[in-house]
């Protein structure tokens, strides 16, 4: 809030008297928030003087409360609780004590009173129109203590949570749920508590503090009620208010906000009353009128020291999350501080306690550079250059743009996923088999480990509700055993033949995620598996009808040796490094210089030479592959050989700038190294540490021969485990916590050639030694092992230095030189902020550092290693930091999750090569945000486009890595002997370890908050159909277009492209996959009566896919699928109205063309003797649309031209070719279509037809290719002939055999247009065909030729509709994300003509291929730079033109029509037009 007049005045709210409904209550006694203690920070004496408070006011103006009367609010307040109440449904003898609004119209009440049942207290808790899962998390609060106390005395189904808390599920009686706590403990002084909504992963907390309901020994709570007769002057609420707001640091709230404000300042002032404080000491205190004499005097010997102050200060501001504090708050937090100290001293506690207490670790050196830097606890959030993001640019090779479906955009790892590697990484021993099973939407997952001589199983699930695992043993597949009592897990029941287990919860990171499980340990013998089914509720839950089963040897094997030929990888240098990794094995220094030696070989075969490199040090890094095998090496010569290592992959980075994002990647997995020195510190300071603090035997012994044998990333953790339990003041479980969840087991630190055996154990005296060496080791174990660590990238670059004691050599690392001005402070900044709960501002510090650090990265610099650890290390942190901070955008506005998406959207770019794609979306994320804080009616519409896009590039960088990675790491694994898993999980992992995943999973999290918005729903229906079929679940649907099904039947297919056939017994096609509403498959759909629909919402889909062979009922409307499982007795009733029985297609009849004597023809000459109806429609249109339409000139190769080349004596071998593969083809040999279209691309042109096509051609206006050269008509004529090859496109070919179309029958004439270079291309059809509303017009425009419309690209058209009786009013329905544009230079397209396309009962088009004589130009497309998306009066006259184009030739024809045009700098040109199917 700001400290001017204007300012002051949008906070009234909070001055002024707000008459509620508790406040009728207040004469009863029982104010709303009474028994709710909310904490209160007292003002120091030097604010109150600042604040120089006269009189009541009713308003803040500056600093200062002015005078005027109170009035009665008149505004709208919305907060504590303004909705009417229900009626606590309690025992009578329970008095309501509080009330409070949830959500909506969800009210909790709370009653507290004293049971006859022999507790002390009753506690009644309800909560009214709430759902069916709703948690208490809760726990007792005893005197002195502030950790929650679990009472013996709990509710029925009450569970212990991480020790440290209960949780009661509530129950739940019509719409409320209740329950109540009766407690028996007279050292019980209050219930605290929250409520877990598990169904919405939702916390409801009071004003953001915990719920508080204070008891007393005397069964009543009067200490938490006000008399009957006592109210709480306005006047003083409203001084209660503005310190609040001054405590806060004046911030701008918003209504609501204020109203919360005020409601707590009465809220304090009621607690104060209660402890029985009068109104005229209330008065005093708040208007700092209190008598100074009255003040206890303390002695000088208990005062508290400043130094200690600073550090409570620091502590006090680390744990709000280092907020940003003005001088006046600052100066306040130190008299909190101290206040708090003063009172621990005054209950008995000794300084020298207090000291011991809170001065840990480092804390007082970082408290101490705090005010070194006069900042005292100001965290200042960077101001961000204003810099064009274009300047990210790296485009360094055009990357082919595959028209196949690229695999899913990266998924965030399930909850499932990420409790298997933590237990993988606890056991650390050898996965045996691992196992995911589909339960509807949830999972189940079975792993089996093996260390030691044991085997351990795990079966968990995510599934909610109770669960009991009924299992045995077995020594063959079907054999049931019951299994030896001894390794029944707790609680279990032994049964004749099994035995069953309750499964357990337990909640992993956040406690909202939760996963059931059951661990079970076994011995080695004769047992080979495990089969398992689930009972619920009664419920018996299997595997698709049949027993779970797992087994116990290792299904996930080595993988095998004959993994192919190594196509598609570098084979020679993975052969290579096959053959070197016995030598390898030996250290890190040999694995480094062999990789050093290798180096030159694998950049000479470019990518896919790095890509083996990369996937060898990831094997290497995963601890894949050995690290140390009976040999000794001195970290020195590790270091030296890392130096050499990245040395080399610098000078790769300078020289071969397309190859960046690789070799960063592989130096990632390295780690620094540094020549000499820095190594040979590992050896030296570990015999400093040991003589300093006297630790010279044990542990530390054992480490200090490992260390001087055989260094290796191991020892960081180890190094880290130590500082850990040293801090916890020697906690041994907190040394094995750090190094089980970073993979060091007991079993692998034995496995060590000089074992540690032993844990660590030190005296009091030395922990402040330890930990300031251990701390300095680890900058020397990171400066070598750890490539992203951070702090030590940083020092590397910034400069240090650290002297030698005796033996010790000494190290000096010299800044580097050339660093932007202000940067060491920018990097401070990052380091001041790296570990805060609030992420924002570390974010937006880490992506400025990138930014500035980017300008020196691309050039030559003596540093460039450094710079490039530096780099990776920031980019690292963005993604920690960003899985810390989900939490912050829980219930987020769309805004903060949009900015944070470019900001990770920004570092990834800023990571890749050939980044051109996702520059565009960040421009689009940065428009967005614009039109969200423009208010923009059309801004959800337009980010949803982005968001699609941007999904679009996550899949396609996604396939990159498969294509370049994958092949590798099967080759090499197969060499190596690599677990299967491992290899499997390669290319997934690598990209998990990128911001991929992150932005995945905060694109998943806004997509539905976009939809909400622009009203776009959760389907995007495209053929409105009703249907009944049997579900089928597919990736492709192109993998199975020439399927015939015998049942009807309903795909939910993972991927659709928009060109593939609908196959056989299809009833309905639903998929994730978003093709355009015009695309080939969608006209199918429509004109084949297919139900056909886009799913936009992630959990309908899986509901689908969990549906697979259940028969379902489809009701489609034009907004959205509705289904149902039905019986199959209720299929005939559905089949008559919506399926084919067999035979039911008739058999066409075509008429074979004839040679008519000519070669080419012009326009006037098209009949339908001649050629087919796109030619002779384009005919007719001219002359006949309005004169600001254009029409192409056009001629045509007319029908029997292609049989009549292929009969010329010069093209009888091509001839006699044919003949024996189309015999072959009516044989059922369909491979064969391939082998035809090459052979027609053998034909020889006649002469007679060359020069009558270009006679034709000239006398029409049209360029001949051949005057610019023999080479363009070389192309024309190639292009001619995969026009007639595409007759035997297998899409073509399949399609006629369907409708028992003589495919020989079928003749091919050839349209030849110029072509328009177009701005934009478009499709009309003049009937909406979503809703088949014929008073509108529907379109979709791309940019750049049609190909990209019609054709399998990626994304979706802008769309829009237009009324016919108001076509200047066009409404879009949805922006364009089409990453690609296709350009082409002045040329000819010769385009497909067939007598089989628009017959009547089947629609032909689009199935044969229409070749521009030139390659199409891909282009990555910015829409920030088209004037069709950022000029809204040139989009409306573009798409009414377009409207007006489609409505006049309808009406020419007299019905619907189906239009496809181009616009040529703001002129509409037409190319076709068929009746619309």
Request: proline letters at 4%; glycine letters at 6%; charged letters at 25%.
């Amino acid at each position: 809030m700001s400290n001017t007049l204007g300012h002051g005045l949008i906070h009234r709210t909070l001055c002024q008297p707000t008459f509620l409904e508790h406040q009728s209550k207040i004469h009863s006694g029982i104010p709303c928030n009474s028994s709710f203690q909310v904490p209160a920070a007292s003002m120091s004496n030097q604010s109150a003087c600042q604040m120089r408070i006269s009189l009541v006011s009713t308003k803040f103006h500056g600093n200062t409360l002015n005078k005027a009367k109170a009035k009665v609010s008149r505004g709208r307040h919305s907060g504590v609780s303004i909705v009417p109440r229900a009626v606590l449904a309690a025992d009578p003898a329970s008095e309501v004590v509080g009330k409070f609004n949830l959500d909506g119209d969800s009210e909790l009440q709370i009653g507290v009173s004293t049971p006859t049942s022999g507790s002390l207290s009753q506690v009644d808790i309800q909560v009214t129109n709430s759902n069916n899962s709703l948690i208490l998390h809760w726990g007792a609060i005893r005197d002195k203590n502030k950790n929650w106390a679990r009472p013996s005395r709990r509710p029925d189904g009450t569970k212990v949570y991480k020790n440290k808390a209960l949780r009661t599920p509530f129950r739940k009686s019509g719409p409320n749920s209740s329950l109540t706590i009766e407690i028996d403990d007279p050292e019980i002084q209050a219930i605290e508590f929250l409520i877990l909504d598990e169904s919405r992963n939702k916390w409801f907390k009071n004003n953001g503090e915990n719920f508080l309901v204070q008891l007393t020994k005397d069964k009543v709570i009067p200490n938490v009620l006000v008399p009957p007769d006592v109210s709480v002057p306005e006047d003083l609420v409203q001084i209660q208010a503005y310190l609040r707001w001054e405590r806060k640091g004046k911030q701008a709230y918003t209504p609501e906000q204020e109203k919360e404000e005020y409601e707590a300042a009465r809220s304090e002032l009621f607690q104060e009353v209660a402890r029985g404080t009068s109104i005229e000491q209330l008065r005093a205190k708040v208007m700092r009128k209190d008598d100074n004499s009255k003040k206890p005097i303390v002695p000088e010997s208990n005062k508290i020291p400043d130094d200690l102050v600073q550090v409570q200060s620091y502590i006090r501001w680390e744990k709000a999350g280092k907020p940003n504090y003005s001088p006046d708050q600052q100066l306040m937090e130190f008299e909190e501080a101290r206040k708090e100290l003063q009172l621990e001293l005054n209950q008995g506690t000794s300084l020298d306690e207090i000291r011991k207490k809170i001065v840990k670790g480092s804390i007082q050196t970082k408290v101490s550079k705090q005010l070194e830097k006069k900042k005292y606890f100001t965290a200042e959030r960077i101001q961000r250059k204003k810099r064009d993001i274009m300047q990210f640019l790296n485009k360094y090779a055009t990357e082919a743009v595959v028209k196949e479906k690229t695999p899913p955009t990266p998924q965030v790892p399930t909850v499932l996923e990420l409790w298997s590697q933590a237990k993988e990484g606890q056991d650390g021993g050898r996965i045996m088999n691992k196992k995911i099973f589909k339960l509807g939407d949830k999972e189940l997952l079975v792993l089996v480990t093996r260390t030691s001589g044991k085997t351990k199983v795990y079966v968990a699930t995510d599934l909610q509700e109770p669960l009991v695992l009924h299992w045995a043993l077995s020594q063959k597949t079907g054999e049931w055993k019951a299994p030896p009592p001894s390794i029944l897990p707790p609680g279990s029941v032994l049964l004749d033949k099994a035995s069953e287990t309750q499964f357990v919860e337990e909640s992993y990171g956040d406690t909202s995620y939760q996963v059931k499980f059951v661990e079970i340990e076994l011995d080695e013998g004769d047992f080979k598996g495990m089969p398992f089914v689930l009972l619920s509720s009664g419920n018996w839950i299997k595997n698709n009808g049949s027993d779970f089963y797992v087994e116990f040897s290792s299904r996930i094997e080595k993988a095998k040796k004959d993994a192919g030929d190594g196509k598609g990888t570098a084979k020679a240098l993975l052969d290579k490094i096959a053959q070197m990794e016995s030598e390898a094995q030996k250290s890190f220094m040999h694995r480094f210089n062999i990789a050093a030696d290798l180096m030159e070989w694998a950049k000479d075969a470019g990518e896919l030479g790095l890509a083996g490199m990369l996937v060898w040090m990831r094997f290497m890094a995963t601890r894949q592959l050995i690290w140390n095998k009976n040999y000794n090496v001195k970290p020195r010569e590790i270091s030296k050989a890392q130096d050499r290592l990245t040395d080399l992959l610098q000078d790769v980075y300078k020289t071969c700038p397309q190859y960046r994002e690789m070799v960063r990647m592989i130096m990632s997995t390295v780690g620094r190294g540094g020549e000499g020195d820095v190594g040979q510190r590992i050896r030296d300071e570990i015999l400093v540490i040991q003589r300093n603090n006297d630790c010279k035997g044990g542990m530390m012994e054992e480490w200090h021969q490992k260390l001087h044998n055989n260094t290796s990333p191991d020892d960081v953790v180890i190094c880290q485990a130590l500082i850990d339990y040293i801090k916890s003041d020697f906690n041994i479980d907190v040394y094995w916590n750090t190094l089980n969840s970073n993979g060091i087991t007991k079993e692998r630190l034995l496995s060590y050639d000089r074992a540690i055996h032993n844990e660590p154990h030190f005296r009091r005296d030395q922990k402040e030694g330890l930990l300031r060496d251990l701390g300095h080791y680890m900058r020397t174990l990171k400066a070598v092992h750890s490539g992203a660590d951070l702090e030590s990238a940083i020092a590397n670059c910034m400069g240090y230095r650290a002297e030698g004691q005796g033996f010790m050599v000494g190290v000096q690392i010299n800044p580097i030189s050339g660093i932007p001005s202000g940067y060491p402070e920018l990097l401070q900044f990052v380091l001041d902020h790296v570990e805060d709960k609030r992420v924002e501002y570390l974010l937006e510090g880490l992506l400025e550092a990138r930014a500035e650090l980017r300008p020196l990265l691309l050039k030559s610099h003596d540093r460039l290693r450094d710079l490039l650890f530096l780099d990776i290390a920031l980019d690292s942190t963005v993604r920690t930091a960003l899985e810390r901070g989900y939490e912050e955008l829980n219930n987020a506005e769309p805004e903060k999750i949009m900015y944070f998406i470019s900001l990770v959207l920004e570092n990834l770019a800023l990571s890749s090569d050939n980044n051109e794609d996702l520059i565009y979306c960040l421009k689009g994320w940065n428009n967005a945000l614009d039109l969200s804080r423009k208010r923009d009616d059309q801004w959800a519409l337009y980010a949803k486009a982005v968001l699609d896009r941007t999904r679009l590039a996550l899949a396609s960088k996604g396939e990159y890595y498969h294509q370049v990675l994958q092949p590798s790491a099967e080759y090499l694994g197969s060499l190596l002997g690599v677990d299967q898993w491992a290899v499997n999980l390669f290319t997934e992992e690598v990209i998990r370890a990128g911001s991929a995943a992150s932005l995945s999973s905060l694109l998943n999290r806004l997509d539905p908050v976009l939809r909400k918005t622009a009203h776009l729903g959760s389907w995007q229906v495209i053929s409105p159909v009703e249907a009944v079929g049997y579900v089928v679940v597919v990736d492709e649907l192109l993998a199975v277009q020439n399927e015939s099904y015998e049942r009807p039947t309903v795909l939910v297919a993972k991927s659709v492209t928009g060109e593939e056939e609908i196959p056989d017994g299809t009833v309905a096609v639903l998929t994730p996959d978003m093709p355009d509403v015009l695309s080939h498959v969608s006209v199918r759909a429509r004109n084949s009566k297919v139900c056909f629909a886009t799913c936009f919402d992630p959990n309908i889909l899986a509901d689908l896919q969990s549906k697979q062979g259940k028969l379902l009922s489809l009701k489609a409307t034009s907004a959205e699928i509705l289904y149902s499982e039905i019986e199959e007795s209720e299929l005939s009733d559905a089949s008559s109205t919506n399926l084919k029985e067999d035979g039911s297609s008739p058999s066409l009849t075509l008429v074979r063309k004839q040679f008519a004597g000519r070669y080419a023809i012009p326009a006037h000459e098209f009949t339908s003797e001649m050629v087919g109806a796109k030619s002779r429609n384009i005919s007719y249109l001219k002359g006949k649309v309005p004169s600001w339409v254009g029409i192409p000139t056009s001629v045509a190769l007319p029908f029997g031209v292609f049989e009549k080349v292929l009969s010329n004596d010069s093209n009888q071998e091509v001839a006699d070719k044919l003949d024996a593969l189309k015999k072959r083809l009516g044989e059922g040999d369909f491979a064969v279509l391939g082998e035809i279209r090459q052979t027609v691309l053998r034909l020889s042109a006649p002469p007679q037809l060359v020069q009558e096509l270009k006679d034709t051609m000239k006398s029409s206006g049209m360029p001949w290719p051949g005057d610019e050269g023999e080479q363009r008509w070389e192309q024309a004529w190639m292009a001619i002939k995969k026009v007639w090859g595409s007759k035997w496109n297998e899409r073509a070919y399949f399609s006629t055999r369907k409708v028992k179309l003589d495919h020989d029958y079928l003749c091919m004439a050839v349209l030849v247009q110029e072509i328009i270079n177009a701005d934009y291309a478009f499709v009309i059809h003049t009937t909406n065909p979503s809703s088949g509303d014929s008073s509108e017009i529907y379109a979709e425009v791309v940019k750049g030729l049609g190909e990209t419309l019609v054709g399998a690209y990626p994304g979706r058209a802008l769309s829009f509709v237009s009324k016919k009786d108001n076509l200047d009013s066009p409404k879009v329905l949805g922006y364009p994300s089409k990453p690609i544009g296709l350009f082409i230079r002045r040329s000819i397209i010769f385009r497909s003509d067939s007598n089989g396309e628009d017959l009547e009962g089947y629609a032909g088009a689009g199935l044969y291929d229409s070749v521009p004589m030139d390659e199409e130009k891909k282009v990555v497309l910015d829409y920030l730079s088209d004037q069709l998306i950022i000029d809204g009066n040139f989009r409306k006259s573009i798409l009414s033109s377009i409207a007006r184009a489609g409505s006049a030739i309808e009406e020419l024809y007299g019905s619907p029509q189906d239009i496809e045009g181009v616009v040529k700098d703001e002129k509409i040109f037409v190319v076709q037009t068929r009746p619309q199917m």
